[in-house]
């Protein structure tokens, strides 16, 4: 597994080469530039063939309307920008010149080396998959993947079906049992559901599994709470 890691962040220096600069678009009003984001959530050279055939399989699934694939960006959208300052009453931490420098935490690696992920989901199963391959930047223990790394893309899809539900939500509670070690570079399915909803609350449970479904890698339960507007986060 790390030979084959190794080969192909080979072949991405060979053919990646200076990589372009992705603007950060600008949040003024008077700004008549439209900025086109990259999408990182489509194949790139770094992905293996494992994610690639789950990718092609999913996006046949889309077709008929019933999955959705999410696009992902190294910035977080200027309507999501604008939604979350309801919830802070210290504007300096959504402040215009601040916002420019912040980047999703998922999404601040260079192809390859990090949390190359895609996500969908069903909207009528209340389902959300990701398809996870972990580059050799998130390693912990000498050859597998770090346990901080595993929660974070977990929370990340777990996340996605909480806010499909809910809209604006945070983490209130993530429980995880891992299982098994993940290998570097390896690729895992995580499968998520939407198991029950109480006001603001939103329970979302989920397990990690190898890509052909024989191993299980760690399982998860959740606690989301949809934010709410008269309540300040500060």
């Known amino acids: 597994?790390?030979?084959?890691?190794?080969?192909?962040?080979?072949?991405?220096?060979?053919?990646?080469g200076p990589l372009p600069c992705e603007p950060r678009p600008a949040l003024r009003s008077f700004s008549s530039k439209k900025v086109v984001y990259k999408d990182f959530s489509i194949p790139n050279p770094s992905w293996s063939k494992d994610i690639r055939l789950l990718f092609d399989e999913f996006m046949k699934k889309c077709e008929d309307g019933s999955w959705k694939r999410f696009p992902s960006c190294k910035y977080g959208s200027i309507q999501r920008t604008q939604d979350f300052?309801?919830?802070?009453?210290?504007?300096?931490?959504?402040?215009?010149?601040?916002?420019?420098?912040?980047?999703?935490?998922?999404?601040?690696?260079?192809?390859?080396?990090?949390?190359?992920?895609?996500?969908?989901?069903?909207?009528?199963?209340?389902?959300?998959?990701?398809?996870f391959q972990g580059g050799p930047y998130l390693e912990g223990m000498p050859g597998f993947l770090h346990g901080g790394a595993i929660a974070t893309i977990i929370d990340t899809t777990l996340g996605v079906s909480a806010a499909i539900a809910g809209g604006t939500v945070m983490t209130a509670n993530l429980n995880i049992n891992f299982k098994r070690p993940i290998p570097l570079c390896s690729v895992v399915v995580i499968n998520t559901q939407l198991d029950k909803v109480e006001g603001r609350k939103f329970f979302v449970s989920g397990n990690v599994q190898?890509?052909?479904?024989?191993?299980?890698?760690?399982?998860?339960?959740?606690l989301f709470i949809k934010l709410d507007p008269d309540k300040s986060l500060t």
Request: charged residues 35%.
């Open 1 to 16: 597994m790390l030979r084959s890691c190794a080969k192909r962040l080979r072949a991405l220096g060979s053919l990646r």
């Open 85 to 131: 300052k309801t919830f802070h009453l210290d504007r300096e931490l959504t402040k215009e010149d601040l916002r420019t420098q912040t980047r999703l935490f998922t999404s601040s690696f260079e192809e390859g080396l990090g949390f190359e992920h895609v996500i969908f989901c069903n909207d009528v199963e209340k389902r959300t998959v990701c398809l």
């Open 210 to 222: 190898s890509a052909d479904e024989k191993t299980l890698y760690s399982e998860a339960t959740s």
